[in-house]
C-alpha cells in the first residue's frame, strides 16, 4: 500500500510542500484516506483527486472541478450553460462557501455572511418528515438578489463572552453566538421561527464517508445505550429524493441528507437557486412576486451530464496524509484522547465497502475519526432546531481528518457548526449530554496533557 501512496502522489504532482511520512510502528497510520491519501502540505491538500486513481480517470476530475469553481450569473445570457443564478441566493459559486474544498467560516462581527448561512423552520415537519419551512421565506434565509429581485434580509452575528477555568486554575474563554435578521424583505419572521447556523464543512473525503456501509453504521450506533457509557449514537433516517423513500443520513451538520448526488444537488437550489433534474423547482416562496416573475435558465438549469461532473469530483477529493504521526506529544495526545473517551464518538477508522460507487473509494481503511451518528452534545449547542429524527440538541459527529489543515488552507481556525469556537481546544470545552464525561476529563488533565491532546488534533 505504501507504494502505491507514494506513486499516486508523485504521478499527481502533488507534493509540494510535503514530505513522506516517517516510519512508525504503524506504518499506514498517517493514511487518513487508505491508499487515496495525498501527500501535500499547501493551500492545495484539499482539492487533489485521490492518490489512487489512474491517469485516464483524471479528466474527468477537472472538468467536475471546472463546474465546482463556476461563477453563475442570471439568467438570460448568451452563455446558456452558465446562467440561471437565483432569482434569490446565498453564493455564486460552490467553491465560494467551501474555498479550496475546505471550511467556511462566520464574518467578523457586523459583516456579511459570505460562507455561511441560516436555515429556518417553524416546528412541526414537511410531507416527508423533515423541518416544516418557515411560512414567508422557505427553508433558508438568502440575502442575496438578481437584478431586480431584492434579497430576503441581512443575517449578522455578535458574541458575547463566556469566562471559565480549568480545575488546575487555568482561565479560558468561549464565545456565544447571536444571530439577528435585519431588513427583511418580506415583512417579519414568524413568531415561532426556529434559527439554526450552518458553516459550509469541508468537501474533501465525501465520498469515501458515503463509501461506508449502512451495515457499519448501524453496528456503531447506540440508541439504547447497551453498553452503559452514556453514550447513545443513532442515525437519522431521511427522505432520499432519488429513492423516493427515507434512508440512513450522513451528510450535514444534523445528518440530515442520505447521499453527495443530494447534497450536492441540494446546495445548488438551496444555496445558489440553480433547478437540477433532483430538484427541478425554482426556490420562491409564495409571497415572493419578484423572485416568482424573473428568467429562468432552463428547465433545469443544470443539466444530468454537468451535475453528474460535479458529484465525481466531491466524491473523488482526497484527504492529505497525518504529519507529525511520531512526534512524543501527538502520540501521547492520541492516547489520551481514546484515554478520555473522546474516540467513542470520533472512531479513528472505518472501512468502506466493496460496491462504493467508484473503484477507487472500494474497501479502503480510511481514518476519519466519526462514527457519522448523531449524538446530544448538550443546550450549550442547541438550536432547537430538529431535523427528521434528529432533535434540537442533536449533532452529526464532526470527521476529523484534515483538521490541522484548515488554518494553511482556510487561513482560519474556527470550528463547530457555526464557527464560535477558535480553536480544537474551545471546541472541545463546548461538547456536553453525551460528550459531558470526556470534556470533564479533558478539564481534569494537567496543562501539558491538554497540550499533548491539541498536538495530537493538530496532526489530523
Given at each position: 500500500?505504501?507504494?502505491?501512496?507514494l506513486?499516486?502522489?508523485?504521478?499527481?504532482?502533488?507534493?509540494?510542500g510535503?514530505?513522506?511520512?516517517?516510519a512508525?510502528?504503524?506504518?499506514?497510520?498517517?493514511?487518513s484516506?487508505?491508499?487515496?491519501?495525498?501527500?501535500?502540505?499547501t493551500?492545495?491538500?484539499f482539492?487533489r483527486?485521490?492518490?489512487?486513481?489512474?491517469?485516464?480517470?483524471?479528466?474527468?476530475f477537472?472538468?467536475g472541478?471546472?463546474f465546482?469553481?463556476r461563477?453563475?450569473?442570471a439568467?438570460?445570457?448568451?452563455?446558456?450553460?452558465?446562467?440561471?443564478?437565483?432569482?434569490?441566493?446565498?453564493?455564486?459559486?460552490?467553491?465560494?462557501?467551501?474555498?479550496?474544498?475546505?471550511?467556511?467560516?462566520p464574518?467578523?462581527?457586523?459583516?456579511?455572511?459570505?460562507s455561511?448561512?441560516?436555515?429556518?423552520?417553524?416546528?412541526?415537519?414537511?410531507?416527508?418528515?423533515?423541518?416544516?419551512p418557515?411560512?414567508?421565506?422557505?427553508?433558508?434565509l438568502?440575502?442575496?438578489?438578481?437584478?431586480?429581485?431584492p434579497g430576503?434580509?441581512t443575517p449578522?452575528?455578535?458574541y458575547?463572552e463566556?469566562?471559565?477555568?480549568?480545575?488546575?486554575?487555568t482561565?479560558?474563554s468561549?464565545?456565544?453566538p447571536?444571530?439577528?435578521?435585519?431588513?427583511?424583505?418580506?415583512?417579519?419572521?414568524?413568531?415561532s421561527?426556529?434559527?439554526?447556523?450552518?458553516?459550509?464543512?469541508?468537501?474533501?473525503?465525501?465520498?469515501?464517508l458515503?463509501?461506508?456501509d449502512?451495515?457499519t453504521l448501524?453496528a456503531?450506533a447506540?440508541?439504547?445505550?447497551?453498553d452503559?457509557?452514556?453514550?447513545?449514537g443513532?442515525?437519522?433516517?431521511?427522505?432520499d429524493?432519488?429513492?423516493?423513500?427515507?434512508?440512513?443520513?450522513?451528510f450535514?451538520?444534523?445528518?440530515?441528507?442520505p447521499?453527495?448526488?443530494q447534497?450536492?444537488?441540494?446546495?445548488?437550489?438551496g444555496?445558489?437557486g440553480?433547478?437540477?433534474?433532483?430538484?427541478?423547482?425554482?426556490?420562491c416562496?409564495t409571497?415572493?412576486?419578484?423572485?416568482?416573475?424573473?428568467?429562468s435558465?432552463?428547465s433545469?438549469?443544470?443539466?444530468e451530464?454537468?451535475?453528474?461532473?460535479?458529484l465525481?469530483?466531491?466524491?473523488v477529493?482526497?484527504?492529505?496524509?497525518?504529519r507529525?504521526?511520531?512526534?512524543p506529544?501527538?502520540?501521547?495526545?492520541?492516547?489520551?484522547?481514546?484515554t478520555?473517551g473522546?474516540?467513542?464518538c470520533?472512531?479513528?477508522a472505518?472501512?468502506?465497502?466493496a460496491a462504493?460507487?467508484?473503484?477507487?473509494l472500494?474497501?479502503?481503511?480510511i481514518?476519519?475519526f466519526?462514527?457519522?451518528?448523531l449524538?446530544?452534545l448538550?443546550?450549550?449547542?442547541a438550536?432547537?432546531r430538529?431535523?427528521?429524527s434528529a432533535g434540537?440538541r442533536?449533532?452529526?459527529?464532526?470527521?476529523?481528518?484534515g483538521?490541522?489543515?484548515?488554518?494553511t488552507?482556510?487561513?482560519?481556525?474556527?470550528?463547530?457548526?457555526?464557527?464560535?469556537?477558535?480553536?480544537?481546544?474551545?471546541a472541545v470545552l463546548?461538547?456536553?449530554?453525551?460528550a459531558?464525561?470526556?470534556r470533564?476529563?479533558?478539564?481534569?488533565?494537567?496543562?501539558?496533557?491538554?497540550?499533548?491532546?491539541i498536538?495530537?488534533?493538530?496532526?489530523?
Open positions: 500500500m505504501r507504494t502505491r501512496y506513486i499516486g502522489c508523485l504521478a499527481l504532482g502533488a507534493c509540494a510535503a514530505s513522506d511520512p516517517p512508525t510502528l504503524d506504518p499506514d497510520r498517517a493514511l484516506a487508505g491508499e487515496g491519501t495525498v501527500l501535500d502540505t493551500r492545495d491538500a482539492g483527486p485521490l492518490a489512487n486513481m489512474r491517469a485516464d480517470r483524471r479528466d474527468a477537472f472538468v472541478n471546472s465546482f469553481n461563477t453563475w450569473v439568467a438570460p445570457t448568451s452563455t446558456e450553460s452558465f446562467d440561471g443564478l437565483g432569482p434569490t441566493f446565498n453564493a455564486t459559486s460552490c467553491s465560494a462557501c467551501h474555498f479550496k474544498d475546505g471550511r467556511g467560516r464574518p467578523a462581527e457586523g459583516d456579511r455572511m459570505l455561511m448561512l441560516l436555515r429556518l423552520s417553524v416546528p412541526g415537519a414537511d410531507a416527508h418528515g423533515g423541518p416544516a418557515e411560512p414567508t421565506y422557505g427553508g433558508q438568502e440575502p442575496n438578489g438578481i437584478l431586480s429581485v430576503e434580509g449578522k452575528v455578535s458575547v463566556q469566562p471559565g477555568s480549568y480545575p488546575d486554575g482561565p479560558y468561549l464565545r456565544l447571536t444571530y439577528r435578521i435585519d431588513e427583511l424583505h418580506y415583512g417579519p419572521l414568524a413568531a421561527v426556529l434559527i439554526s447556523p450552518r458553516v459550509a464543512p469541508m468537501v474533501a473525503g465525501v465520498g469515501l458515503e463509501a461506508v449502512d451495515a448501524l456503531l447506540d440508541p439504547d445505550d447497551r452503559g457509557d452514556g453514550v447513545r443513532r442515525v437519522n433516517r431521511v427522505w429524493e432519488a429513492a423516493g423513500a427515507l434512508r440512513i443520513g450522513r450535514g451538520w444534523k445528518a440530515n441528507q447521499s453527495v448526488a447534497q450536492n444537488a441540494g446546495a445548488f437550489l444555496d445558489m440553480i433547478t437540477s433534474p433532483l430538484f427541478p423547482k425554482e426556490n416562496p409571497s415572493h412576486l419578484e423572485c416568482r416573475a424573473a428568467k435558465g432552463g433545469p438549469e443544470i443539466v451530464r454537468d451535475l453528474a461532473a460535479v465525481f469530483y466531491t466524491r477529493l482526497a484527504v492529505p496524509a497525518r507529525n504521526v511520531d512526534d506529544q501527538v502520540v501521547a495526545g492520541e492516547q489520551l484522547f481514546s478520555i473522546c474516540a467513542t470520533h472512531v479513528a472505518l472501512t468502506t465497502g462504493a460507487a467508484e473503484p477507487e472500494q474497501m479502503q481503511k481514518r476519519p466519526t462514527d457519522l451518528l449524538h446530544d448538550g443546550e450549550g449547542l438550536d432547537g430538529p431535523d427528521f434540537p442533536d449533532w452529526r459527529t464532526t470527521p476529523l481528518w483538521l490541522g489543515m484548515i488554518e488552507v482556510n487561513g482560519h481556525t474556527l470550528l463547530l457548526h457555526d464557527g464560535r469556537a477558535r480553536g480544537p481546544e474551545e463546548w461538547h456536553d449530554g453525551e459531558k464525561g470526556a470533564q476529563r479533558f478539564t481534569e488533565l494537567t496543562r501539558d496533557e491538554r497540550t499533548k491532546v498536538a495530537f488534533l493538530r496532526s489530523l
